[in-house]
């Protein structure tokens, strides 16, 4: 009897990912999104895993237990809104120009370990930065990417019966005057920075498209692209309610 060479065994696909490319935001329209994902994922936990990749407007969120002397200001108005929420890390900013990126992972079909989970989120940031020569590392005892010394992705998760929330913000050429407001991620002595200092023609689709498949390489899946008329069709929050746009 002949042997199956390796040629001849069939390959094994990566699992799907479910990817929305969601464009601008509000804040607490994307919070609620991930929770309803996660609430679901958890009641279903064969589904697929999902990617948000989005931009926010203008907002400052406090992660669960964190020092609100790190906000310089009282908020007022007229400024950017205030979220406390209930992922782990301290304050940070969002705005344009970010490239924002919220996982809803079942890590039981990846590995269940947090500082696992933290390291591939750095993985999939410093693999997309490489991609520009721009080179991003780790510093010790620390969450995050940096370049030169600057911070440039900022990363903060929640996790439910090892099912993901929130997730990473990278820097790619948002206006950075909002940090002078807060000490980020309350990190006195390292400088908030963006790939914009590196690469001024780099634009958020080009770094975006390049982030996808790194996530996709760290994470052995494989992405699918949804839209808006998937989630009605499936059953899960219209985007109406949410406040989403309907993609093309």
Not at 36 to 48: F, H, I, S, W
Not at 127 to 132: E, R
Not at 161 to 188: K, Y
């Amino acid at each position: 009897m002949s042997r199956l060479s390796e040629a001849d065994v069939p390959a094994i696909a990566p699992p799907p990912c479910r990817l929305y490319r969601l464009g601008l935001i509000p804040y607490t329209v994307a919070w609620a999104w991930q929770k309803d994902l996660l609430q679901t994922l958890r009641q279903e936990p064969t589904r697929p895993d999902t990617l948000l990749l989005l931009e926010h407007p203008a907002v400052y969120t406090l992660g669960q237990g964190s020092d609100e002397t790190f906000l310089k200001f009282t908020p007022q108005p007229q400024m950017p809104p205030v979220v406390k929420i209930e992922r782990g890390g301290e304050v940070t900013y969002h705005c344009p120009g970010q490239l924002v990126g919220y996982p809803i992972l079942n890590l039981r079909r990846h590995r269940p370990d947090l500082h696992w989970y933290l390291r591939q989120l750095e993985e999939v940031v410093i693999q997309t930065l490489m991609v520009f020569d721009i080179p991003g590392e780790r510093l010790a005892g620390l969450t995050g990417v940096w370049v030169e010394g600057h911070k440039v992705a900022a990363i903060g998760i929640k996790v439910s019966r090892w099912i993901t929330m929130h997730g990473f913000a990278l820097n790619v050429n948002p206006d950075l005057s909002g940090f002078q407001n807060i000490v980020p991620c309350g990190i006195e002595d390292k400088p908030v920075g963006s790939l914009a200092q590196f690469r001024p023609d780099l634009t958020r689709s080009q770094v975006q498209g390049v982030l996808e498949n790194a996530f996709a390489e760290v994470f052995h899946c494989r992405l699918q692209l949804q839209t808006s008329a998937t989630l009605i069709s499936e059953g899960e929050s219209p985007c109406s309610e949410l406040g989403l746009p309907r993609q093309s």
